[in-house]
């Protein structure tokens, strides 16, 4: 039973984040942020739950790539979902509660651990190790960490926050 809390905790990413908007408008402002995305989800009255985030395969296809966010990529294609929570707190400000299913993001970086494995396995033993280590490294690190995890962090607190001009987004 350890084991599939430890599964869960790598496959689960929760951050709570507090806002000074009321429920209704932070909700109304990640609805327009996730349409923009293309991720289809699911309202309530303080909840949105994503349905299907965009399959991006080839890096031609445009769902991949943003104007959101300095990188430019989308980050709702390397997850599986997201869902969000909104708790109206008695001072006026809304907690947000953001779970993100990283499980796509899971399987890319299985994906380059083994290409990179296959690379390393042709090159002399010195050189294939460090080249392994480097790409499950910068694997780990670049899908996991940083853009199924902080980049969409840090979009959804942007626009909860007024760090996007929503009169832009659609």
Same mark, same amino acid.
């Given at each position: 039973m350890l084991g599939t809390n430890k599964v869960n905790a790598l496959m689960h990413k929760t951050y709570e /984040?507090?806002?000074? /908007?009321?429920?209704?408008?932070?909700? =109304? $402002?990640? *609805? $327009? !942020? !996730?349409?923009? *995305?293309?991720?289809? #989800?699911t309202a309530?009255? /303080?909840?949105?739950?994503?349905v299907r985030t965009p399959m991006v395969v080839l890096g031609i296809?445009? *769902? !991949? #790539?943003?104007?959101s966010n300095w990188v430019g990529l989308n980050p709702f294609v390397f997850v599986s979902g997201v869902? /969000? $929570? @909104?708790? =109206?707190? *008695?001072?006026?400000r809304t907690t947000v509660t953001v779970r993100v299913n990283r499980l796509r993001a899971l399987l890319w970086v299985a994906f380059w651990i083994t290409c990179g494995s296959l690379a390393a396995l042709a090159m002399p033993e010195p050189g294939g190790a460090i080249l392994f280590i480097g790409i499950a490294c910068a694997a780990w690190f670049g899908?996991?960490? @940083? &853009?199924?995890?902080? &980049?969409?962090?840090k979009e959804i607190s942007d626009r909860l926050n007024g760090g996007v001009d929503d009169q832009l987004a659609p």
């Amino acid at each position: 039973m350890l084991g599939t809390n430890k599964v869960n905790a790598l496959m689960h990413k929760t951050y709570e /984040l507090i806002c000074q /908007l009321p429920a209704h408008t932070a909700s =109304e $402002r990640i *609805e $327009r !942020l !996730l349409s923009k *995305e293309g991720v289809k #989800y699911t309202a309530t009255d /303080l909840g949105i739950t994503s349905v299907r985030t965009p399959m991006v395969v080839l890096g031609i296809q445009p *769902e !991949l #790539y943003s104007h959101s966010n300095w990188v430019g990529l989308n980050p709702f294609v390397f997850v599986s979902g997201v869902a /969000l $929570r @909104f708790k =109206e707190e *008695e001072n006026g400000r809304t907690t947000v509660t953001v779970r993100v299913n990283r499980l796509r993001a899971l399987l890319w970086v299985a994906f380059w651990i083994t290409c990179g494995s296959l690379a390393a396995l042709a090159m002399p033993e010195p050189g294939g190790a460090i080249l392994f280590i480097g790409i499950a490294c910068a694997a780990w690190f670049g899908i996991v960490s @940083f &853009l199924g995890g902080y &980049l969409i962090k840090k979009e959804i607190s942007d626009r909860l926050n007024g760090g996007v001009d929503d009169q832009l987004a659609p």
